[in-house]
């Protein structure tokens, strides 16, 4: 009985007359195609005397003459798929021209071998052979889809894309949206090649439904832009609509940015709690929706503080009586539950200019502005003054001292473990850069980095921890009897270097580390630049064999269709998804650990500091977990008499 699983791999080989079979690992014969039938009398015994005549190598092709029914025929045998072990029998004969034989090795190939769930043929867009599952997919019987042209079953959206796709012979995989038969839209990945079929050539396309992919990364790409208690967007997309304000400025308008501080929110929370704060915000955000045209900008910074921009040719005059006007909102006050509040205001505003077209620049001289009239009375307004900011001083500061810091041997790394989350074993090691300035004493990483990355000492300093991380891995190895891979943060100013590849190849050559202990994280926003480079660049390192994962994941969501393409091992979600336990954080971590299976992918979760955050993570299926619940990063000396002591998380602690 033919199996469903192979019928694509059956009917194409009906179709060029070629009788085929399918065998288990145990030389079963599982099924044949109908061809089979008219070449042979008893099929199965056949089979399995050719079978048994044929050398036994495994995953290894071999092609042997042999005679059937009286006519010469070379037996191909070949493995089809990995995973379940399954191999083919092919009968060819020899009196054809055996020159098609590579090309119909190579459509086997491709096609049992892809992800994709079913597949079809068609002559210029009209079907002319289905397997089930596509099928079922459309909502179709083979039969009601055999002449029905594909463009019957894409959204009319979509039939340029596929057209194009048809005419210049496109084989990359690309998305659809496609029509159910109850006209219900779905969402499928198709690639289609050309083959042959009954002399001419066609075209074989392979489908996967991906609705479900789709839906969670529409829901994730909403949290990621969106406040989850307020629905307003979040400091990011702001950001994002800010600089397409900067980018769409007239020579005479100016971008203003006003903040708006909730005072004394945290009274109402530590009163009545944080689900009626959370009421109380809510509310807030409503009446400042109401006042704001569709030419403003309206976001949610923070627990207390709102955000706004727009642009203005006057904005000295026009300014305050906008401010004014919304703050005239909340003269009354505001009933939640059987209380009545007095809502404070105060507001902290910016001006873009000539000279000041930076997005985070302009949002943060009116945080700036805010915080320092912040807890004020209601209606306190606090235009942005130079003399209020004295960053700029300490990071010409911070920037001097870094030139000189690697050559004073300023720098040290400290190590964080990863642990698997099935077994608790160790699975890795994330190194993190400290620096100790012999002028300004410790200096924080975040302050730090950032002045790196502008003045592109990040170059050297990257270099150096890549070296220093290589090294560390190779001692670490040799203390514990097995390789542990070491992960290291590569800057989006260090992934672009041209010689990215090279500095990596010296550092594990010099180290005498192997090239799989190695784990370089990037951040998603990096993956999502220009994805030639970046797929490039991914591949480059793939081939040089270290490992490379996606840091801080679901913070700078944008889409997987990239994504899903590149030669990614491992997904890091973000820390904020744990730091507040909220049914629609967990609906994140759910998704991604999800998408990132389905890509194959392994999941880690950063940021875990309690047991009840390893319990969530292990019901979600995550893979491994980083955080202080385990340690704090150590020194390299303290982290083997930690690992020495306690080789393994002690997951028996965990309450499932």
């Given at each position: 009985m033919i199996q469903e699983k192979w019928d694509a791999i059956l009917n194409i080989c009906n179709d060029l007359e070629l009788p085929v079979a399918i065998f288990s690992e145990t030389h079963k014969i599982l099924t044949y195609n109908s061809y089979t039938e008219k070449v042979m009398f008893h099929p199965q015994k056949q089979l399995a005397a050719i079978l048994a005549q044929l050398p036994n190598v495994t995953n290894q092709l071999t092609k042997q003459n042999m005679k059937i029914q009286g006519q010469d025929y070379i037996v191909y045998k070949n493995i089809l798929n990995t995973a379940s072990r399954e191999s083919y029998l092919l009968f060819y004969p020899t009196d054809q021209r055996t020159e098609l034989m590579n090309e119909i090795e190579e459509q086997l190939e491709q096609l049992v071998n892809t992800r994709?769930?079913?597949?079809?043929?068609?002559?210029?867009?009209?079907?002319?052979?289905v397997d089930e599952e596509s099928a079922v997919l459309f909502?179709?019987?083979?039969?009601?889809?055999?002449?029905l042209s594909v463009f019957e079953l894409i959204s009319p959206e979509d039939w340029?894309?596929?057209?194009?796709?048809?005419?210049?012979?496109?084989?990359?995989?690309?998305?659809?949206?496609?029509?159910?038969k109850d006209g219900t839209t779905i969402h499928i990945e198709v690639q289609g090649r050309p083959y042959p079929y009954k002399k001419k050539k066609v075209r074989l396309v392979s489908i996967r439904n991906i609705t479900e992919r789709k839906k969670q990364e529409e829901q994730i790409t909403y949290l990621a832009y969106h406040d989850e208690v307020t629905g307003l967007l979040n400091r990011r997309?702001?950001?994002?609509?800010?600089k397409e304000q900067l980018n769409a400025l007239k020579s005479d308008e100016s971008v203003v940015v006003a903040t708006i501080g909730l005072n004394r929110l945290k009274t109402v929370n530590d009163a009545m709690g944080i689900e009626a704060g959370n009421r109380l915000v809510k509310e807030v955000s409503h009446l400042l929706n109401e006042k704001c045209l569709p030419r403003i900008h309206l976001a949610r910074l923070g627990s207390d503080e709102f955000i706004l921009s727009f642009i203005e040719s006057n904005p000295q005059d026009a300014v305050i009586p906008f401010i004014n006007n919304i703050l005239e909102c909340f003269n009354e006050p505001l009933q939640l539950d059987e209380f009545y509040f007095h809502v404070n205001l105060s507001v902290g505003l910016s001006i873009s200019s000539n000279a000041l077209i930076d997005v985070n620049e302009l949002i943060r001289q009116a945080e700036v502005a805010l915080h320092t009239i912040k807890d004020s009375t209601h209606g306190s307004i606090q235009f942005y003054e130079k003399e209020m900011s004295t960053g700029s001083i300490r990071e010409m500061i911070i920037e001097n001292e870094l030139r000189h810091a690697i050559a004073k041997n300023e720098f040290t790394l400290v190590f964080h473990p990863q642990a698997c989350l099935e077994s608790g074993d160790l699975s890795g090691v994330e190194a993190l850069l400290r620096w100790k300035s012999s002028a300004l004493g410790m200096v924080s990483p975040f302050e730090f980095i950032e002045v790196a990355e502008k003045t592109g000492l990040i170059i050297p300093i990257g270099?150096?921890?890549?070296?220093?991380?290589?090294?560390?891995?190779?001692?670490?190895?040799?203390?514990?009897?097995?390789p542990v891979k070491m992960a290291v943060n590569l800057s989006p100013v260090q992934f672009v270097q041209p010689n990215l590849v090279e500095i990596i190849t010296n550092a594990l050559e010099e180290a005498g580390l192997n090239a799989s202990s190695l784990e370089l994280e990037i951040t998603e926003s990096v993956a999502m630049e220009d994805e030639a480079h970046v797929m490039e660049k991914l591949t480059a390192l793939r081939e040089l064999g270290v490992h490379v994962s996606i840091d801080d994941f679901g913070t700078g969501y944008s889409s997987l269709q990239y994504l899903s393409q590149y030669p990614i091992d491992k997904l890091k979600i973000d820390k904020s998804f744990l730091r507040v336990q909220t049914n629609t954080n967990q609906t994140i971590i759910k998704s991604i650990v999800s998408m990132g299976h389905n890509m194959g992918m392994k999941v880690i979760a950063e940021g875990v500091e309690s047991y009840d955050h390893v319990a969530l993570l292990r019901s979600l299926d995550c893979d491994e977990m980083q955080g202080f619940v385990w340690t704090k990063p150590l020194p390299f000396t303290e982290l083997i008499t930690k690992l020495t002591s306690e080789s393994r998380f002690p997951l028996d602690t965990v309450k499932n």
């Open positions: 994709f769930e079913g597949t079809l043929i068609h002559d210029q867009g009209k079907i002319i052979s909502g179709y019987t083979r039969k009601e889809l055999i002449h340029i894309k596929a057209q194009d796709a048809i005419v210049n012979g496109l084989i990359e995989p690309f998305e659809l949206r496609a029509l159910h997309a702001f950001q994002e609509h800010v270099k150096w921890v890549i070296e220093q991380a290589c090294h560390y891995a190779l001692k670490l190895e040799r203390e514990l009897g097995r």
